[in-house]
């Protein structure tokens, strides 16, 4: 059976923790949480990276009431999947951690750069990457050796950004732009009835922490 991960993301604002996963309002009127991002056998050594820098396990106590109800309601009722004695507490304490975004995500993205890798690229290998006809761009110049070829010469290159594919960058980039994108619009302040308290406790991405569970 192949394994899963789920990432998850709240955001802390006067000591509380909120919810910044989308909710999707499913065709009979009722809600369900989606995670920011799910990943495969591929997230393997990401999520042992994240493990790495984690502050904590299991569910904590002070998790928002939209996340919290995604997982199991009574903790310490005995989960039939892992023998008769394991509590779903247990499970989750194995399965489940929490990493500071400061931590987890941000070290692995460069500010202002979307993509890893960039540089003069022939237009021919950039025409057969975006057909899927190279799987990878193994040549391409710096901005120092662009410039000492001729005008004809540069005239065969194109300045590119890209990722290889499934790379740990592409994936911490496409985690980092889908909080930032919840944040932005967490910052409208609906989730307050006094939207005061949220103003004088604006919150920045410093103030989000990142659930991590494997299944």
């Known amino acids: ?18 919810n910044m996963n989308p909710l999707i309002r499913k065709h009979d009127g009722s809600w369900v949480l989606r995670p920011i991002y799910v990943g495969c056998s591929s997230f393997f050594e990401i999520y042992n990276y994240m493990e790495q820098n984690m502050t904590s396990f ?13 997982f199991h309601n009574d903790l310490d009722e005995p989960c039939g999947g ?36 960039q540089g003069y690229v022939d237009k021919r290998s950039i025409i057969m990457y975006e057909n899927d006809e190279i799987e990878e ?13 001729s005008g004809k010469e540069k005239r065969k290159y194109r300045f590119y950004e890209w990722d ?6 592409e994936v911490f980039r496409v985690i980092h732009e889908r909080i930032n994108a919840m944040l932005y619009w967490f910052d409208f302040a609906d989730a307050f009835e ?22």
């Not at 951690?97 to 993509?115: E, L, M, N, T, W």
């Not at 120092?144 to 070829?149: C, F, H, P």
């Not at 006094?194 to 299944?215: A, K």
Request: aromatic content about 16%.
């Open 58 to 70: 299991g569910i904590p106590e002070d998790m928002s009431p939209e996340l919290r109800s995604v």
């Open 82 to 117: 892992y023998g008769e004695k394991t509590t779903w507490r247990e499970v989750y304490e194995r399965e489940l951690f929490i990493v500071p975004y400061s931590k987890g995500i941000a070290p692995r993205v460069k500010r202002d750069r979307p993509h890893m890798f």
């Open 1 to 18: 059976m192949s394994t899963s991960y789920y990432v998850y993301a709240e955001v802390n604002v006067g000591k509380k923790w909120y």
């Open 137 to 149: 761009i193994n040549c391409w110049l710096d901005s120092d050796e662009y410039a000492v070829l």
């Open 164 to 169: 290889e594919p499934y790379s740990d960058y």
């Open 194 to 215: 006094n939207r005061r308290e949220y103003w004088d406790n604006v919150p920045s991405l410093s103030d989000v922490r990142v659930i991590v569970e494997r299944s």
